[in-house]
């Protein structure tokens, strides 16, 4: 199983960044997946997840109606749109795999290496 994210950078607050992420070695629709992130000093925070069901995606409170999660199954690809980011979307992004969204970020699941995402104000 392997994944890796990609698309980061430093940008300024209310710019927009997509970042996608690579899969191989599953099967995408067999699995929930979704993405993480850590900012500095901090612990993870499951930011986005498309379940196995592909039932409402979930969104942390602090990016609804900021970020859209996407998935292209035919090309193993996810993807995560972000607009209007702010200072304290700044972390590394990670995506991640999982039996269940509520898995997502932790140690039970697979992720790979993380994308920096820095907004400056």
């Known amino acids: 199983v392997q994944l890796q994210a990609s698309g980061g950078g430093l940008v300024q607050a209310g710019d927009s960044l997509r970042l996608a992420c690579a899969t191989s070695?599953?099967?995408?629709?067999?699995?929930?997946i979704g993405w993480f992130r850590q900012a500095p000093g901090k612990g993870r925070q499951r930011v986005s997840c498309i379940d196995r069901t592909e039932s409402r995606p979930y969104y942390a409170d602090s990016v609804k109606g900021r970020f859209t999660i996407s998935k292209d199954s035919a090309k193993s690809m996810l993807y995560l749109q972000m607009n209007s980011l702010q200072p304290e979307d700044t972390a590394i992004y990670y995506c991640?795999?999982?039996?269940?969204?509520?898995?997502?970020?932790?140690?039970?699941?697979?992720w790979g290496q993380g994308t920096q995402v820095t907004v400056s104000s």
């Open positions: 991640a795999a999982a039996g269940d969204c509520g898995f997502v970020g932790t140690d039970v699941g697979y």
């Open positions: 070695g599953f099967t995408l629709d067999d699995w929930a």
